[in-house]
Every structure is written in structure tokens, then in C-alpha cells.
């Protein structure tokens, strides 16, 4: 089920990897996206391995929207952004980079520039803070 070894995010969700975890249940997860785009980007994962939406079951999917917003609300509750943007990319030539289905939440301002990715890894102390700010409004 999440034995694909080189995935990073199987490696998270069995505790092998660490990441600023959010939330959890039987078929998603959450945790902050360690290169964020915007402080409070998040990343809500299926916990079984699917590379991509053509392989995800749907009730992977749906327990992945439902945990969607929840985080969704609770960073409208702890951040208040000017918007939210709920982005998925499959395949390569998409952007898709890490290939395990994954949704990102991330926090918009009017003029933002529509960049998916950051090369600059986020501060451990910035994430942690903001992962139990989140998580405190869950
Ligand atoms: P994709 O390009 O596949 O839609 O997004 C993959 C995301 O995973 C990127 O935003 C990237 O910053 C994030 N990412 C890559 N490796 C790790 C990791 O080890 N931990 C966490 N938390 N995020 C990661
Ligand atoms: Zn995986």
C-alpha cells in the first residue's frame, strides 16, 4: 500500500520521513509543504500510494477534499488570506514533481505571481509554528 520505497511522501506517511504533520485519517494526511510557495502552503496527500487523479480511488479523493477544507477553513480562521488557491497537477509536463497524489492549499494576495514551486526551503521554526497554528483551528 505505501511500500514504494523512494516515494518521500510513502516515506512520510509511514514515519520514516519527517514532516510538520497537520491532520490525519484513515485515507488522507496533511502536513506543510517544507517549500512554500506562501507561509501556510500545505499539502493534503492520499495515504495509499497513487501516483496521479487517473489512479486515485475515489473514495481516496473525496476523503482528500473533505480534509481539504477543513485546512481550508482553518487557514481562513488563523491567516486570513486575500484567497486561497486548491491545486493538483498530474504528470510531468503538468509540473507534477513528487508523484503521489497530493492537493496543495496555498495563500494568495491580490498580485501574486501564479508560481506553483519554490526552490527556497521554508524555516523549520516558521513551519513549525504556522503547522500548529493550523492545526490548533482544526
Ligand atoms: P508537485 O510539483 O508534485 O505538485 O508538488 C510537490 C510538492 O511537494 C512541492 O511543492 C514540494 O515543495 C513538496 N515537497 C517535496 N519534497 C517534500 C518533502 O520532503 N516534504 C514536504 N513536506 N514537501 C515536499
Ligand atoms: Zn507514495
Redesign the pocket.
Known amino acids: 500500500m505505501n511500500n514504494h520505497a523512494d516515494c518521500?511522501f510513502c516515506q512520510?506517511v509511514r514515519g520514516e520521513?519527517p514532516?510538520?504533520s497537520l491532520c490525519q485519517d484513515e485515507q488522507a494526511l496533511a502536513?506543510?509543504?517544507?517549500?512554500p510557495?506562501a507561509p501556510g502552503?500545505v499539502?493534503v496527500i492520499t495515504r495509499e500510494h497513487f501516483e496521479n487523479i487517473f489512479e486515485a480511488s475515489d473514495d481516496s479523493l473525496r476523503a482528500v477534499a473533505a480534509m481539504s477544507k477543513r485546512l481550508a477553513q482553518a487557514i481562513r480562521t488563523q491567516l486570513a488570506p486575500e484567497g486561497l488557491g486548491v491545486f493538483?497537477?498530474n504528470g510531468a509536463a503538468a509540473?507534477?514533481?513528487?508523484?503521489h497524489y497530493?492537493q496543495?492549499l496555498i495563500p494568495r494576495s491580490g498580485g501574486d505571481s501564479l508560481q506553483?514551486?519554490?526552490r527556497v526551503r521554508g524555516n523549520d521554526g516558521e513551519l513549525v509554528a504556522l503547522s500548529r497554528k493550523l492545526a490548533a483551528a482544526l
Do not use: E, R
Open positions: 518521500i512520510i520521513a514532516s510538520f502536513f506543510m509543504d517544507i517549500f510557495v502552503h499539502l493538483q497537477l509540473g507534477q514533481t513528487v508523484f497530493h496543495h506553483l514551486h519554490s
